[in-house]
């Protein structure tokens, strides 16, 4: 094999999509190969890619909106513009030409991978969720390696033209830094004691107002359990409409930690005792890495309802609860997560049924199934 083989990789939009390919190019540098990102400068793998130290070509993309069929022309043009941009900057330049191109389902995997696929470069592609996503559809008859995190994904892929053999399960790529979270680093971010019960509130990447909402409404009930601690990442966009709801007295910000952004995911997930979040895919390995009890609120308007499939994945081993996002307002939602929050018992068997769940090896797996594209 190459001596430093060159792996191209197109990761956007959300977190979701972004850190599981950090995790794999993680492994990647860490066994000797270069990787290079393609993405959208002023989409979060603009911040992300840059800060774990990797390269990112950026690839300028107009996506289409189905609620405005007119925008599918000026996305087609700008796909095929970016295709022949890409195409050009590997066959002028030897060294940015990679040995194989993989996306990870972002729509802005296309131009990359159709620009591989014009020069002969072996395509990969890692589905994160139970039901795969247009893009990696769209590719997946031409890519010499389709990667999934659930098995649930494979017959859906097949029906999308894959070849059954290019398919293997290699489970969702979670970082490093997650999986070495520190318990005790978080807990004094999260200014917790010793005995204190810490719950960590996400909404996915971009946060849920639905959720954000939810647990404001709940803030006194919440800060009135003594030694409950809570860390609630809004999302950027709601963070101001969050803060206003939660209106928080300075005393109440010393057990209530509110933020735009969880920048140290791993060291907070080590921390929590209890979860509340959305069920995306890479949330859920993140989740399952930790082995921490969750309560789970799948995001209603997902694809074919996608997230309440990944869901399942731990509540049907007992270590996640799930509630419809439409429950979230009621009683018995209130009661379901204080109940948590008030017996440790039904935490620890929880947290035991989610021990085994999650994949610490994907990213090594993904690793080695990419590297045997290298020719
Ligand atoms: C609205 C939407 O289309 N969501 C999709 C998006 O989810 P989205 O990217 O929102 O959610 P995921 O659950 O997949 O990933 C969230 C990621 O963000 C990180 N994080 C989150 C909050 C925070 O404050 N700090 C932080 O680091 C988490 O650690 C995790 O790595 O892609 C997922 C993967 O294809 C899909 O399942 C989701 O349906």
Redesign the pocket.
Known sequence: MIDRPAIAIAAGG????V?PALALAEELRRRGATVRFFGERRRLEGRLVPQAGFDLFPIHMSGFDRQRPWTLASALARLRRERRRICKAFRDDPMMRPDVAMGF?AYVELPLLRAALDLGIPVALHE??SIP?LANKRLASRAGLIAVSLPSAQSALERAGANSSAIRLTGNPVRAS?LSGDRSRGRAAAGAQADDTVLLV?G???GAHHLNEAIARLKGTLLGIEGVRIVH?TGAADYEATSALLDLSEDERQRYRV?S???D?GDMLAAADVVLS???????A?IAAAAVPSILVP?PL?TRD??TT?ARYLVDAGAAIMCADDEIDSEGFASRLIGLLGDSDLRRRMHLRGLGLGQADAAGRLADAVLALVV
Not at 278 to 284: D, N
Request: aromatic share 10%.
């Open positions: 959300t977190a979701g999509h850190n389902g994160q969720n996503g997650v996400f996915g990447s971009l990442a933020t952004y969880i920048d995911m959305r069920a995306g895919a890479s949330s859920i993140e995001y997902a996608h997230q990944n």
